[in-house]
Antibody
Framework: EVQLLESGGGLVQPGGSLRLSCAAS????????MNWVRQAPGKGLEWVSG????????YYSDSVKGRFTISRDNSKNTLYVQMNSLRAEDTAIYYCAKEDGDYEDAFDIWGQGTMVTVSS | QSVLTQPPSVSGAPGQRVTIYCTGSSSNIGAGYDVHWYQQLPGTAPKLLIY???NRPSGVPDRFSGSKSATSASLAITGLQAEDEADYYC???????????FGGGTRLTVL
């Protein structure tokens, strides 16, 4: 079964750091680009960051550029995002999502999400 | 303010047809980039509903269909059912932002 499982969320103070992980199973992880998408409480979806299958290319939204770093370990089938200098507005459910192999930006598999709360 | 504009809400009675529109611009939908649609049931992760403008993943009923024209796209749902009550999001790529973008989402209420 194709599955994504996020972990690492929690409560962090403003200015703090957190690293989220996304464990993948059921597909050839290294063959697909992966992404992080977040959803603030009661709000819509916001694309955060993406990384190519081999990890050589990464992309960020302006809202997190310079503060978040996406990475992947294909030997462990795991996607990461290191989040630094966290702000209250980063409070959200963070989903990892797999890109469809044929249609860029179509996210065909999603994890269940992990909640990040930035508050003092 | 989302780059892709969707109505905040739509509603319909069981069995009816509803259409959700997603309006973009010349830097995204109008530039020829594909539109994808997601369904998010309450308390769950989003699910890919339509990809590449009008393709359904395996398991998605043919009651759901997508189309695209000029700078907009639409998602049509026919034979509305209670379990269709959810939030729906369109998505495309924007060349001026150089990132993927989502619409603001539309809440479908089945009356």
């Amino acid at each position: 079964e194709v599955q994504l499982l996020e972990s690492g969320g929690g409560l962090v103070q403003p200015g703090g750091s957190l690293r989220l992980s996304c464990a993948a199973s059921g597909f050839t992880f290294s063959s697909y680009a992966m992404n992080w998408v977040r959803q603030a409480p009661g709000k819509g979806l916001e694309w955060v960051s993406g990384i190519s299958g081999r990890g050589g290319t990464s992309y960020y939204s302006d809202s997190v550029k310079g503060r978040f770093t996406i990475s992947r370990d294909n030997s462990k089938n795991t996607l990461y995002v290191q989040m630094n200098s966290l702000r209250a507005e980063d409070t959200a459910i963070y989903y990892c999502a797999k890109e469809d192999g044929d249609y860029e930006d179509a996210f065909d598999i999603w994890g269940q999400g992990t909640m990040v709360t930035v508050s003092s | 303010q989302s780059v892709l504009t969707q109505p905040p809400s739509v509603s319909g009675a069981p069995g009816q047809r509803v259409t959700i529109y997603c309006t973009g611009s010349s830097s995204n939908i109008g530039a020829g980039y594909d539109v994808h649609w997601y369904q998010q049931l309450p308390g769950t992760a989003p699910k890919l509903l339509i990809y590449g403008n009008n393709n359904r993943p395996s398991g998605v009923p043919d009651r759901f269909s997508g189309s695209k024209s000029a700078t907009s796209a639409s998602l049509a749902i026919t034979g509305l059912q209670a379990e269709d009550e959810a939030d729906y999001y369109c998505q495309s790529y924007d060349s001026s932002l150089s990132v993927g973008v989502f619409g603001g989402g539309t809440r479908l209420t089945v009356l």
